[in-house]
C-alpha cells in the first residue's frame, strides 16, 4: 500500500507570493491533517480535513488555508508570503474508526518551503 | 488544555546501552498518547501509542513506553540502543475535546547514539 504523498517537496519562493502544497494520503484514509515544523516553535498542527469537511484548525492566520476533494486529497495553500513561513509543512492520513479517533496519523516526508 | 512536555533537547548514549526518553503530558480526562520518530529529511514515523491496558506498551524497533498515571509520564525506553536509533523523537497527546485526530507535539528530543 503506497504512503501518504506530498508534493513538491521542495520549493523557494520570494515574499509576498502564495504557494500550494498537495498530499494524498494512504488509500482508504478519509482524515487529512497539516503540520507545520520549524526549529522554534516545533510541531504546530494547521488543519484537519475529513469528508471534505474542515474538522478542527489551529492558530494560524487566515493566510493559510486548505481543502480536501471527494477522493480525499487534500491542498494547503499559504497566500502572501512571510519569511517566517519558511518550514517543513507535513501532511498526515488516518482511518478513523472511532470519535475521537484511537489511530495513529501516518506522515508524508513533507514539502520544505523557504521564502526569500 | 492539554500539553506535553520533553524536558531534554537530546539524549547521549552508548551502543548497546539502555535509551529512555522523557514525556510528560497534562491532559483532562484519560489520555491518548503516543511516540514518533523523526528521521533526517524525513517525516514522522509512528512508533506506539497508549489508549487503554497495560501500562507498558511494546511498539516497532524493539522499543517500548511505560504509562505512569500517578506521575502523568510516558516516557520511551529500549534495553539495548543501536547507532540507527539517532534520531528525533516526539511524545504527543490527542486532543479529546475536539473531533478526529489532532494531536499536540513535545518538543522532541534528539537522540544521539554512538558507536
Known amino acids: 500500500k503506497a504512503g501518504v504523498t506530498q508534493t513538491p517537496r521542495y520549493l523557494i519562493k520570494t515574499r509576498g507570493q502564495q504557494v500550494t502544497l498537495s498530499c494524498s494520503p494512504i488509500?482508504?484514509?478519509?482524515?487529512v491533517s497539516w503540520y507545520q515544523q520549524t526549529p522554534g516553535q516545533g510541531l504546530q498542527f494547521l488543519f484537519e480535513y475529513f469528508s471534505e469537511t474542515q474538522r478542527n484548525k489551529g492558530n494560524f492566520p487566515g493566510r493559510f488555508s486548505g481543502r480536501q476533494f471527494s477522493n480525499s486529497r487534500s491542498e494547503m495553500n499559504v497566500s502572501t508570503l512571510e519569511l517566517g513561513d519558511s518550514a517543513l509543512y507535513l501532511c498526515?492520513?488516518?482511518?478513523?474508526?472511532?470519535?475521537?479517533?484511537?489511530?495513529?496519523?501516518?506522515f508524508g516526508e513533507g514539502s520544505r518551503l523557504t521564502v526569500l | 488544555a492539554q500539553s506535553v512536555a520533553q524536558p531534554e533537547d537530546q539524549v547521549n548514549v552508548a551502543e548497546g546501552n539502555p535509551l529512555t526518553v522523557k514525556c510528560t503530558y497534562s491532559?483532562?480526562?484519560?489520555?491518548?498518547l503516543f511516540w514518533y520518530v523523526q528521521y533526517p529529511n524525513r517525516g514522522l514515523q509512528f512508533l506506539l501509542k497508549y489508549i487503554t491496558g497495560d501500562n507498558l506498551v511494546k511498539g516497532s524497533y524493539g522499543f517500548e513506553a511505560e504509562f505512569n498515571k500517578s506521575q502523568t509520564s510516558f516516557h520511551l525506553k529500549k534495553p539495548s540502543a543501536l547507532v540507527s536509533d539517532s534520531a528525533l523523537y516526539f511524545c504527543?497527546?490527542?486532543?479529546?475535546?475536539?473531533?478526529?485526530?489532532?494531536?499536540?507535539f513535545g518538543g522532541g528530543t534528539r537522540v544521539l547514539v554512538k558507536p
Open positions: 491532559v483532562s480526562g484519560n489520555p491518548y
Open positions: 504527543a497527546v490527542r486532543d479529546l475535546k475536539a473531533a478526529g485526530n489532532k494531536l499536540t
Open positions: 488509500s482508504g484514509h478519509r482524515s
Open positions: 498526515a492520513s488516518s482511518q478513523v474508526l472511532a470519535d475521537p479517533s484511537t489511530g495513529e496519523l501516518f
